[in-house]
Nanobody, 115 residues
């Protein structure tokens, strides 16, 4: 059974940084895409960033230049480095790992940006 475990969320002041991690355990094969999504209260879940197995990245316009997604294929782990955080980045962040044929989601980690 595949399980995704997220870590690294928390409370940070505006302008601060956090690094999220998401590690997949269990029998998981043929990962072709890893990504981060976020959901603020009362809003839909939106894409933040994705990274392919070849290392190509994609970012939401709102986080370009501030967030960096990376992955460690040997550890089946994806990271999200978040810098220059803003109050509007406050949300529950979810990782997603896509394989052929299944998608897996993490449980979510809260990120709160507030002074």
């Amino acid at each position: 059974q595949v399980q995704l475990v997220e870590s690294g969320g928390g409370l940070v002041q505006p302008g601060g940084s956090l690094r999220l991690s998401c590690a997949a355990s269990g029998s998981i094969f043929n990962i072709y895409l890893m990504g981060w999504y976020r959901q603020a209260p009362g809003k839909q879940r939106d894409l933040v960033a994705t990274i392919t197995d070849g290392g190509s990245t994609n970012y939401a316009d709102s986080v370009k230049g501030r967030f960096t997604i990376s992955r460690d294929n040997a550890k089946n782990t994806v990271y999200l480095q978040m810098n220059s955080l803003k109050p509007e980045d406050t949300a529950v962040y979810y990782c997603k790992i896509s394989t052929r044929p299944s998608d897996y989601w993490g449980q979510g980690t809260q990120v709160t940006v507030s002074s």
